[in-house]
């Protein structure tokens, strides 16, 4: 049996399950039945409610992504490479990193304002750390014989450092942000249900209001689900535009 095959049953399996405990264990009332959450999502759709909140969303989601790995690369590559730069950055990454993007949610608002700016530096601080460890981490274990090899011959510190360790330690680079992103969409759904008049954090939010629990229930799938296209999204691209660089890295 194909491996998507397996994949397809084991969600009926799951589906089933939850139709059968929302009829006979649990009231529908908590837990919505998977048709009651399919004709909420189709509800919004037809307002125009769910396709916007999921457009918002990514956008703010992609955008700190970007813009925290951005941050984070080049702080990475510093660290890795520079004893000096590791010294001084050191003690600020692995205290930040271990200071939770939600426990800075109400901080970033009163900051940047209920705006889009506060979400995406939110996104964008939750994404630089994890990627900036993982940099740093790929850039100092290169091994000493590679780069010794580039210098025997003829390159010089500039064509190492781009030619060599770069490349070298793209594999962790692409780990970090897949790992981040992970992270930019559970930040994502606290910063909505705080500050924000659309996305699909703002709608589990709002929702409670009426006790509509499955447009709730939509809203958190929507999330799973645009979280797994992307990071098949990002996989494709390691197998295809950068798979030089990352033999054995994209296996799962």
Known sequence: ???????????????????????????????????????????????GTLTQSILVSMMRILSGWFLGSAIAIPIGLAVGVSPVARHLVDPFIHFFR???????????????????????????YATAFIVMVNTASGVS?????????????????????????????????????????????LVIAAAEMLAADAG???????????FQVDWMFAAIIALGLLGFATDRLWRLLG???????LRGVTGY
Request: charged share 10%.
């Open 1 to 47: 049996m194909p491996s998507y095959a397996w994949s397809a049953l084991s969600v009926a399996v799951v589906v089933i399950f939850w139709q059968m405990a929302s009829t006979w264990l649990v009231d529908p009332m908590f837990l919505p039945a998977p048709l009651a959450v399919l004709n909420g999502a189709g509800q919004m759709l037809a307002e």
């Open 98 to 124: 271990f200071v939770p993007a939600i426990a800075l949610v109400t901080l970033f608002i009163i900051w940047f304002g209920v705006g889009e700016m506060s979400k995406i530096i939110l996104i964008a």
């Open 141 to 185: 274990s290169i091994s000493q014989d590679k780069l010794n090899a580039a210098r025997c011959l003829g390159a010089n510190e500039r064509q190492v450092f781009f030619k060599v360790m770069i490349p070298a330690s793209l594999p962790s680079i692409y780990v970090g942000m897949r790992l981040a992103l992970a992270s930019s969409f």
């Open 200 to 210: 699909l954090g703002y709608i589990i939010w709002t929702s409670r209001l009426y």
């Open 239 to 245: 197998r295809t535009l950068l798979k030089r660089y």
